[in-house]
């Protein structure tokens, strides 16, 4: 399945859902970024997804890192909300969405890096080196938020 992300386009399709969802910036002791190169669209981002009936955010981040990373990782602190309803993603199978994302930090605590389905890569990267890389400008937003030094959680 494959995933396409408009932002402030009058030509995206209308949601039919809302999606809560977390994500997580996990660092490793060097300060540089875990990001996977999503299998869906190619894009580089954090790792996240959907909440489940069971999960808290946090734990929702949690299992999402393990699943789509193979790493265990424990919540450090709060990035912020991105809840833009401007941000719509359409699916291959027809489903469009608007996504509550709430973004964690997180360290690693266990487990191996490794590939998933939703992933094509998988790179720990410095702060400087991640504006090469091709990402939606939403991901971009939340690193913004994530490594500027003294912020308050963005609340958006």
Same mark, same amino acid.
């Given at each position: 399945?494959?995933?396409?992300?408009?932002?402030?386009?009058?030509?995206?399709?209308?949601?039919?859902?809302?999606?809560?969802?977390?994500?997580?910036?996990?660092?490793?002791?060097?300060?540089?970024?875990?990001?996977?190169?999503?299998?869906?669209?190619?894009?580089?981002?954090?790792?996240?997804?959907?909440?489940?009936?069971?999960?808290?955010?946090? !734990?929702?981040?949690? /299992?999402?890192?393990?699943?789509?990373?193979?790493?265990?990782?424990?919540?450090?602190?709060?990035?912020?909300?991105?809840?833009?309803? /401007?941000?719509?993603?359409?699916?291959?199978? !027809? %489903?469009?969405?608007?996504?509550?994302?709430?973004?964690?930090?997180?360290?690693?605590?266990?487990?191996?890096?490794?590939?998933?389905? %939703?992933?094509?890569?998988?790179?720990?990267?410095?702060?400087?080196?991640?504006?090469?890389?091709?990402?939606?400008?939403?991901?971009?937003?939340?690193?913004?938020?994530?490594?500027?030094?003294?912020?308050?959680?963005?609340?958006?």
């Amino acid at each position: 399945m494959t995933r396409t992300e408009f932002y402030d386009d009058a030509n995206a399709p209308e949601p039919s859902s809302l999606v809560v969802a977390a994500s997580a910036v996990v660092t490793d002791e060097a300060g540089r970024i875990l990001l996977q190169r999503r299998a869906d669209n190619d894009l580089w981002a954090l790792p996240g997804g959907g909440m489940e009936m069971t999960d808290s955010l946090p !734990g929702t981040a949690v /299992r999402e890192v393990k699943e789509e990373t193979g790493l265990d990782v424990e919540i450090t602190g709060l990035v912020g909300t991105y809840t833009d309803p /401007r941000h719509v993603i359409a699916y291959s199978d !027809g %489903e469009v969405r608007r996504q509550f994302n709430v973004c964690f930090t997180a360290r690693v605590i266990g487990g191996k890096l490794a590939l998933s389905d %939703e992933s094509k890569e998988l790179r720990f990267v410095a702060p400087d080196d991640i504006g090469s890389l091709r990402m939606h400008h939403t991901q971009r937003l939340r690193l913004q938020h994530a490594t500027e030094p003294g912020s308050a959680p963005y609340l958006g």
